[in-house]
């Protein structure tokens, strides 16, 4: 039994080590400014989420009818 306490105890010892590691590195991507983070970004992923984005919100894919014109002609 004090054989596996140890070896829980050690364990929890790396798993306490490997969470303030993951802190550590969260914090730091935090801090960085989002512009930074776009400038660090692939141009063509931003493109191609900029796209998809204008397509799913702004429909761009039926035509509308012209309602300004004079329906009467």
């Known amino acids: 039994m004090e054989e596996l306490v140890k070896t829980l105890e050690h364990y929890l010892q790396i798993f306490n080590e490997l969470d303030a590691e993951y802190e550590k590195y969260f914090n730091d991507y935090e801090s960085v400014s989002k512009l930074q983070r776009l400038l660090d970004k692939d141009p063509n992923e931003?493109?191609?989420?900029?796209?998809?984005?204008?397509?799913?919100n702004l429909r761009v894919d039926f035509n509308t009818k012209n309602s300004f014109g004079a329906s009467w002609i």
């Open 46 to 56: 931003i493109v191609r989420e900029f796209n998809t984005l204008v397509e799913s």
